[in-house]
């Protein structure tokens, strides 16, 4: 058993291209199912943080591969859209 908190300390590594992501932020839910359909990583910093933030990444949940003890791999291809920063 994983607790949603423990998720967001560990990296999200990208194993198409090897990029760290960033951290879980937010996981997104079917309340029908109870199952996570989603996890939602904050997009890359613009501007060295000056300029906020880009689009998030929202990795379907069969994207993720493996969740270790301090990293979590999924596979996302750039062709995966972003949802905007709030």
């Known amino acids: 058993m994983i607790r949603a908190s423990d998720l967001s300390s560990r990296d ?6 090897g990029r760290k992501l960033g951290n ?3 996981i997104e839910f079917d309340l029908t199912s ?3 359909t989603a996890v939602i990583v904050p997009g890359p910093a613009r501007g060295l943080g000056i300029f906020g933030r880009g689009d998030d ?4 949940w069969e ?3 493996k969740i270790g003890e301090d990293v979590i791999l999924v596979e996302l291809a ?3 859209s972003r949802r905007q920063s709030r």
């Open 63 to 65: 994207n993720v591969k």
């Open 12 to 17: 999200v590594i990208n194993t198409v291209d």
């Open 34 to 36: 109870g199952r996570i």
């Open 24 to 26: 879980i932020v937010d």
């Open 57 to 60: 990444y929202v990795i379907p």
């Open 78 to 80: 750039e062709r995966y």
